[in-house]
């Protein structure tokens, strides 16, 4: 699934996020809050209120909570349109009773930021703008128009002017500080979660097909004895037959369809390398089977098989992890997609470290945005520049936090640079990311994991 559809698949997903029921209980702490406040205002302190019109004004909150709770089921999810309209109401409802209670004279006009921050955090931007340019005109309004608070004796109480238009600025500066940092927030996590999402499918992608290639690799090898044995005795068999036709022809039979399976499994298995015996593998056979399906794109890859003062032959066995051969594949893909002509993979180890490193002769990273590589969802507005080396392409970095959460989780340290800091002095600029593992997390012979490797086993569902 590409970036730009699990983006939208979320996006989708997050305006049926919210239960109404959850809308329901928070309404009805509201109006028991409301109602007890008007009854101690009432009771307590004597203040001569519109109490008839302000119970009117629950009521008609309570009323619609009750034919929400008797209409529609109790798992019943809001759209985006239900989300909306129910912050309205709540917004509305709220408003007018404290238009009856003093307008902002009213200490209880901060609640007036609820509903724009429910609104900010589970809908849309243009839904959660709509509510908070609402609610600013609200409390203008309320500034300007309400019924006075007065006491039993006939004494308005007001607030002076000065600190009448202090919490009106002060309510506005909430709404829009309190919008924008709720979205900003909301979108983070949500960012995480939808890039952890695809990350997880990438890695169980790719888990499926090297189990699929253990069980062909496994066959191919497990089969190999049996079958060469049935072609020894079918081979025997047309030499004495040969007087008999009728059962050479199936003698013949036999031998042709055991070549048919030699080849069979010998086409398969070619996808398949994770029996025990090939659960390990050179260093750079690894990175080759890593970059294989980027070879025929157009552009040179050159991978070399380790520092120059190295002899080859020495180059560590590491451990054939799907986290590792998706993450290097999603970076070595990353530099085909902006290479001009040529990108080279550089392999290298310590006895401490095992290194992969992957350059370009592109553009290289947008200097403002190397800090940020691999954070999910990084845009950016695509140059004419950007349009030549991938036309067609609207990534928003969720490849690269692919590779680096799976390489991480495999143990390795990621840096991503410009320059032309590599053994391809020939590179002018461009994009260089280095991998870095230490030697015991990847080497197949450290540890636990040296020895003999026992018989095969079955690939658990």
Not at 101 to 126: D, E, H, K, Y
Request: hydrophobic fraction near 45%; charged fraction near 20%.
């Amino acid at each position: 699934m590409s970036d730009s559809n699990i983006c939208l698949l979320f996006q989708q997903q997050a305006s049926n996020w919210i239960r109404l029921r959850t809308l329901i209980l928070l309404r009805w702490v509201a109006i028991a809050g409301q109602l007890a406040a008007i009854t101690v205002a009432r009771e307590l302190y004597s203040l001569n209120i519109e109490i008839g019109l302000c119970y009117l004004v629950i009521g008609i909150s309570a009323s619609v909570n009750l034919i929400a709770v008797f209409v529609f089921p109790e798992n019943r999810r809001l759209s985006e349109f239900e989300n909306f309209m129910m912050s309205l109401f709540d917004l509305l409802q709220l408003s007018f009773l404290l238009y009856l209670t003093g307008g902002l004279n009213n200490p209880f006009a901060m609640l007036l930021l609820g509903p724009v921050v429910i609104s900010a955090t589970v809908m849309s931007l243009r839904s959660a703008l709509m509510v908070g340019t609402t609610t600013i005109l609200l409390v203008s309004l309320l500034a300007l128009y309400h019924l006075p608070l007065r006491t039993e004796q006939g004494f308005i109480l007001r607030i002076p002017d000065m600190f009448l238009f202090g919490h009106w600025v002060a309510l506005v500066i909430a709404v829009a500080f309190m919008s924008l940092y709720a979205i900003r927030v909301t979108n983070e996590i949500r960012s995480m979660a939808e890039a952890l999402t695809a990350t997880q499918m990438a890695l169980s992608r790719e888990q499926k097909l090297t189990d699929l290639g253990g069980v062909v690799a496994a066959a191919a090898h497990e089969l190999g004895t049996p079958l060469a044995t049935i072609k020894l005795t079918s081979s025997e068999l047309i030499e004495e037959l040969e007087t008999q036709p009728e059962l050479l022809e199936d003698a013949q039979l036999i031998g042709d369809q055991v070549d048919r399976c030699r080849d069979i499994l010998r086409s398969m298995g070619r996808a398949g390398k994770d029996d025990l015996l090939l659960r390990r593998a050179p260093l750079s056979a690894v990175v080759e089977e890593a970059a294989e399906p980027h070879m025929n794109r157009g552009k040179i890859i050159n991978i070399d098989s380790g520092p120059p003062e190295a002899d080859p032959a020495d180059q560590p066995d590491i451990l054939r992890m799907p986290e590792v051969i998706h993450g290097i594949r999603n970076l070595v893909q990353n530099a085909v997609d902006f290479a001009v002509e040529t990108v080279w993979v550089e392999l290298d180890w310590t006895d401490e470290a095992i290194s992969v490193r992957i350059l370009d002769d592109g553009p290289g990273y947008p200097t403002h945005l190397i800090g940020r590589i691999g954070d999910p969802f990084v845009r950016r507005r695509r140059s004419g520049s950007d349009r030549r080396y991938r036309p067609g392409y609207e990534g928003m970095g969720l490849g690269l936090f692919i590779a680096k959460t799976l390489l991480e989780r495999s143990g390795a340290e990621l840096s991503f640079a410009n320059g032309a800091d590599s053994r391809a002095s020939m590179l002018p600029r461009g994009a260089i990311v280095e991998v870095v593992w230490p030697r015991d997390r990847l080497e197949a012979d450290h540890g636990m994991r040296a020895g003999s490797l026992g018989a095969n086993q079955p690939i658990s569902a």
